[in-house]
Nanobody, 128 residues
């Protein structure tokens, strides 16, 4: 089994920055690709970003709404994936979930069924 624990959420003003972390434990050798999703109040969970696996770092994928503002990265030695969020907007307010999968490639990174493991989420609130 794999456990994912997110951290780094909080309250920030519009235009501010936050960095989310997701640490994996357990059978981390079974994890290759990872992603971030978010769910705002009253809305369905949506894709934010993902990173596939390769020896050179992997490919990254972003939702159009965060492209150019958010950056996903990973530290394989620490079994951790990060989401650097800059120029935050009130519409970025949501619970952010980390996800992981044993798949090395992500043909459809935005679909939840690509992922096998999920964290409990961390709240991000952007005030206007």
């Amino acid at each position: 089994q794999v456990q994912l624990v997110e951290s780094g959420g909080g309250l920030v003003q519009t235009g501010g920055s936050l960095r989310l972390s997701c640490a994996a434990s357990g059978l981390t050798c079974s994890i290759f690709s990872m992603g971030w999703f978010r769910q705002a109040p009253g809305k369905e969970r949506e894709f934010v970003a993902a990173i596939s696996w390769s020896w050179s770092g992997g490919s990254t994928y972003y939702a159009d709404s965060v492209k150019g503002r958010f950056t996903i990265s990973r530290d394989n030695a620490k079994n951790t994936v990060y989401l650097q969020m800059n120029s935050l907007k009130p519409e970025d307010t949501a619970v952010y979930y980390c996800a992981a999968t044993g798949k090395r490639a992500l043909p459809t990174p935005q679909t939840e069924r690509m992922y096998d493991y999920w964290g409990q989420g961390t709240q991000v609130t952007v005030s206007s």
